[in-house]
């Protein structure tokens, strides 16, 4: 077994494609509209589908928005940099929502941004 995807409720697709594709320099690997069911899928990643994890962005045509819940975490991503990384998603227009740092208890350095959504990614500094 292995982990396929996380699949994300989004009010606008559009502003949520150019956020992951523009912002955090994924590509879109796949996308089908299901005008029957009135939805919208696209699959957005760093590698293809058969090599590793991905993202689901579903966008129900008639939703505009949602409710994230308490329940919701974060996505978590490993970065190289975390602090350069921020500041390259500030420089696209990202919003950091925690600056990169050690974590509180410990010295991994994270950080977390924010998508259009109000869903959280952590950055995770790559050990060395």
């Given at each position: 077994m292995r982990i396929l995807h996380t699949m994300l409720r989004v009010g606008n697709l559009d502003?949520?494609?150019?956020?992951?594709?523009?912002?955090?320099?994924?590509?879109?690997?796949?996308?089908?509209?299901?005008?029957?069911?009135?939805?919208?899928?696209?699959?957005?990643?760093?590698?293809?589908?058969?090599?590793?994890?991905?993202?689901?962005?579903?966008?129900?045509?008639?939703?505009?928005?949602?409710?994230?819940?308490?329940?919701?975490?974060?996505?978590?991503?490993?970065?190289?940099d975390a602090y350069a990384t921020c500041e390259q998603v500030k420089a696209r227009g990202g919003k950091v929502v925690r600056e990169a740092g050690p974590m509180k208890h410990g010295t991994t350095v994270i950080a977390f941004v924010e998508d259009p959504d109000g869903y959280k990614i952590e950055f995770i500094q790559r050990a060395t």
């Amino acid at each position: 077994m292995r982990i396929l995807h996380t699949m994300l409720r989004v009010g606008n697709l559009d502003r949520s494609i150019d956020f992951y594709t523009q912002v955090l320099g994924m590509r879109v690997l796949r996308r089908q509209d299901y005008p029957e069911g009135r939805f919208t899928l696209a699959f957005i990643g760093y590698q293809e589908e058969s090599e590793g994890a991905v993202i689901e962005l579903t966008h129900n045509w008639d939703t505009g928005q949602y409710e994230l819940g308490t329940a919701y975490g974060h996505i978590a991503l490993e970065v190289g940099d975390a602090y350069a990384t921020c500041e390259q998603v500030k420089a696209r227009g990202g919003k950091v929502v925690r600056e990169a740092g050690p974590m509180k208890h410990g010295t991994t350095v994270i950080a977390f941004v924010e998508d259009p959504d109000g869903y959280k990614i952590e950055f995770i500094q790559r050990a060395t």
